[in-house]
Nanobody
Framework: QVQLVESGGGLVQAGGSLRLSCVASGRTFSDYVMGWFRQAPGKERECVAAITRRGDTTYYQDSVKGRFTISRDNAKSTVYLQMNSLKSEDTAVYYC????????????????????WGQGTQVTVSS
């Protein structure tokens, strides 16, 4: 059974930093694209960042480019999201997700391409 367990959310002041972690089990982690999504109250879930199997290609939503960094450690089956210069509009529940198909070449951002999700971790940025 596939499980994704996130950690690292919390309350931070604007301009601060947080690092989210997501440990995956139940699949050969290195075979799958991983993504980070977020959902703010009253808004649709959106892809924040995605990373290919070896970490050589990444995608970032325009609003987080230059502030967020996605990375992965395949030996630890863990994907990270380093968030710097946080803004109040980054407040949301953040989810990690694993691709539904192995060996995908591109860092997909479509939520329908992911079939397992973490429980979510709340990130609150106070202004």
């Amino acid at each position: 059974q596939v499980q994704l367990v996130e950690s690292g959310g919390g309350l931070v002041q604007a301009g601060g930093s947080l690092r989210l972690s997501c440990v995956a089990s139940g699949r050969t982690f290195s075979d799958y694209v991983m993504g980070w999504f977020r959902q703010a109250p009253g808004k649709e879930r959106e892809c924040v960042a995605a990373i290919t199997r070896r970490g050589d290609t990444t995608y970032y939503q325009d609003s987080v480019k230059g502030r967020f960094t996605i990375s992965r450690d395949n030996a630890k089956s863990t994907v990270y999201l380093q968030m710097n210069s946080l803004k109040s509009e980054d407040t949301a529940v953040y989810y990690c997700a694993i691709d539904r198909v192995p060996l995908r070449v591109r860092a997909t951002t479509a939520s329908n391409d992911y079939d397992y999700w973490g429980q979510g971790t709340q990130v609150t940025v106070s202004s």
